[in-house]
């Protein structure tokens, strides 16, 4: 499997487990520029990174903006919610 050959989704983002344990999961996702409006709060914390496109972010009330390249640490119970993608944003999420 090549992490880069992914379809985009119309709207909204799709999501693949690429690897899960008892102790972590990893997760691909690939965002169109029309997100949902959802706040997460999650039992484990989060690595995310973004390989392509940008996000930006709202992280315990602090906007966040990513590009290609960079990652980001968010702890478990931290409230966070995307608030726009550019079309074809590519993460990769871990969590543990």
């Not at 966070?80 to 871990?94: F, P, Q, R, Y």
Request: aromatic fraction near 10%; charged fraction near 25%.
């Amino acid at each position: 499997m090549n992490i880069f050959n992914s379809i985009i989704p119309n709207i909204g983002e799709t999501f693949t487990t690429l690897f899960e344990n008892k102790k972590i999961k990893i997760i691909q996702i690939v965002s169109s520029d029309s997100v949902e409006k959802k706040v997460y709060i999650q039992e484990e914390d989060e690595f995310v990174f973004i390989l392509e496109g940008s996000a930006k972010l709202r992280i315990d009330g602090d906007i966040k903006e990513m590009t290609k390249g960079e990652y980001l640490y968010i702890p478990a119970q931290i409230p966070h919610e995307i608030l726009e993608t550019t079309h074809g944003t590519l993460w990769l999420a871990i969590h543990f």
